[in-house]
């Protein structure tokens, strides 16, 4: 009698090595090698994907061919050789070249093509991409992450995705390489809509860690023992354990840049004006770091919020 259940077990463990070695066979291609993408694109070489590559700036495929992973000559060339094109750039705009343009992925559409984009870019111009590639044939899903380059090369980051649940379904080993937390948030935009809400919330906790840790500072007190106990209570967040040390050591080095949180304000807000929605706290937050973009330091990391903080307090954190 205590036979069945094991025998169970062993056909379902089998069903699931048999599923997940078929969507190993599925064919994928990546566009952008980036801070972000590249390490995802190392992530998929490691679980044993066949991978397809292509960037602007051909070097930076230099290491993923040297890893076994094949090259492209357009985003077309990635898109007819997988089943699957994962895009990660930079803007609104770069997507829609990448996947609209000349020798864009949409001249490479075959049956059965999926297209994930994993950048941050405009709800509104991922519904316009969608319907077009739809028109042609292919799925599409709008799947941003959060969690910085530290979570692309762990592969813990959260992946939010818009757009069909049978397409989500399909796609969702493959999202599982690269991300510890996956939801299906909706149609198509919707993931783009809930890294937006993400954007907000992570900008304006930047702003509060700044003040909260220039108070300590002006008041003069121990900012490491300030950081110590602020992160065992209420006020914990990752933004203050991972970017707090950072400020008190004035470590500008990017995990995430200020241009690129900007352009994500930027998304933000004008996305809020198409809806009619004011965001008085994400507005602040924008000026305050463009103030530090004035200062020549939008390449630094979002922690360079500081900066701003220092000049009204006239004194440095540390």
């Known amino acids: 009698m205590q036979k069945e259940p094991i025998k169970t077990l062993k056909t379902c463990l089998a069903f ?14 990546f566009i952008g090698l980036g801070v972000m993408g590249k390490p995802m694109a190392v992530n998929l070489l490691n679980a044993g994907y066949k991978l397809t590559v292509w960037n602007r700036t051909r070097s930076k495929m230099d290491d993923l061919l040297a890893m076994g992973a094949s090259g492209a000559e357009s985003p077309k060339e990635v898109a007819e050789k997988s089943d699957v094109v994962i895009t990660m750039v930079s803007d609104s705009s770069d997507v829609e070249e990448v996947v609209l343009g000349p020798q864009g992925v949409i001249y490479g559409a075959h049956e059965g093509l999926v297209l994930i984009d994993m950048s941050t870019i405009s709800p509104t111009v ?43 379904d399909r796609c969702l080993p493959i999202l599982q390489v690269l991300g510890k937390k996956v939801t299906h948030m909706g149609s198509n935009g919707m993931g ?33 023992k300030l950081l110590d106990v602020v992160t065992a209570g209420a006020a914990s967040s990752w933004m203050l354990s991972n970017l707090g040390p950072k400020m008190i050591e004035r470590d500008m080095r990017p995990g995430f840049k200020i241009k690129h949180q900007q352009k994500d304000l930027k998304l933000v807000l004008s996305f809020a004006a198409e809806i009619g929605l ?14 530090v973009e004035a200062e020549g330091l939008g390449e630094q990391g979002t922690q360079a919020a500081i900066v701003t903080m220092e000049k009204l307090a006239g004194k440095k954190i540390s």
Do not use: W
Request: glycine share 10%; charged share 15%.
């Open 16 to 29: 699931m090595v048999l599923v997940i070695n078929h969507m190993k066979n599925e064919k994928i291609g």
């Open 192 to 224: 783009q809509t809930t890294k937006l809400c993400n954007q907000i919330i992570c900008a304006l906790n930047i702003q509060a860690v700044c003040e909260g840790l220039m108070l300590g500072a002006k008041a003069g007190l121990d900012l490491k």
């Open 278 to 291: 004011p965001l008085p706290g994400t507005a602040l937050v924008q000026q305050m770091l463009r103030a």
């Open 126 to 168: 991922t519904q316009k991409i969608a319907q077009e590639l739809y028109a042609k044939g292919v799925k599409m899903l709008d799947a941003p992450v959060s969690g910085g380059e530290i979570g692309a090369k762990q592969a813990t980051l959260s992946i939010m995705v818009g757009g069909p649940k049978e397409t989500f």
